[in-house]
């Protein structure tokens, strides 16, 4: 196995059905650098040319990569920047809020999606942030800063789908709980855990159908607000469906799974984008063990008491247990 793969091991299935590898794009949230700053320490360890689209986003065009999109997460001051870029007048006062709301809001570090055996090459852009001073979730009593892993599936039919979110659904608690994640993130609405009376449904019976799949998700997930967020792998399907739910247009439609979970610790020595991608790892094994997939289901629903309903934390527990004896973790 080559360096890169032993850094980012690759999961059972690493291609899609035409062979091709999957990609990975990452999404990274935190504060403590500027826009300008942001750019640099990109350019830095990465190369590429820059291109200012307004005061509040620039992009990085990286050869054998493609386009970073680099932005102050903050939707109205991006809309001010825009419609001021437009009218050729950027105001010295957007520039000034830009600088000032680094200090609360998050920069966001689009990457694009580079094929799955490629994602060490991303490992540099890491440390130029950290010595540039960049700031993760820890450091932020208010905002809830992480990374985000959207990773390709290997084959867009029902069965899978309905795999990948078995295998999440029985981890989620588990999940939060063993990558400590942040309480900041934990009471924030954005990465809401699939509720139980989804879960319930998602682990009895068998397979349903594409057409079930999408009720089932939409009538009781109707928000992008999810620690795994189907909404842009199911408007990739029926982009129609979807905005009949829920009219959003910060959904973007594609063929990967939005896992926004794991925390981002970019000031810490040594964290790494391999730790979100470690912890994605374990959610695709998990799909791929389909007779550990109904053992773990019927335990889950086998679990279940009247009126209390199932133990979250006997759950935990439970799937701690299971997890070490196939030693998955």
Known sequence: MNR?????PLPPIPEKEN???RRVGFELEFTGLDLDQTVAALESSLGGSAEATSAAEQRL???GLGTFNIELDWGYLKQVAEKNAKNGDAGDWVELLSQAASLLVPMEVVCPP???????QL???IEALRKAGAIGTRNSPVAAYGVHVNTEIPRLDAPTLFAYLRAFGLLQWWLVKDMQVDMARRISPYIDLYPQSYLERLLSGSAPTLDQLFADYLELNPTRNRALDMLPMLAH???ERVRRALDDPRIKARPAFHYRLPDCH?????WSLRDAWNNWLLIERLAHLPEALD???GAFLDSGRPIIGISRSAWVEQMDRWLKERKLV
Do not use: N, T, Y
Request: hydrophobic share 45%; aromatic share 4%; glycine share 6%.
């Open 19 to 21: 062979g091709e590898l």
């Open 237 to 239: 399907i029926d982009r």
């Open 4 to 8: 890169v793969a032993q850094h980012f």
């Open 295 to 297: 053992e773990l289901a």
């Open 266 to 270: 970019i000031e810490q020595a040594g």
């Open 114 to 120: 580079i094929p799955i055996s490629r994602l060490q």
């Open 123 to 125: 490992e540099p852009m």
């Open 61 to 63: 065009c990286v050869d």
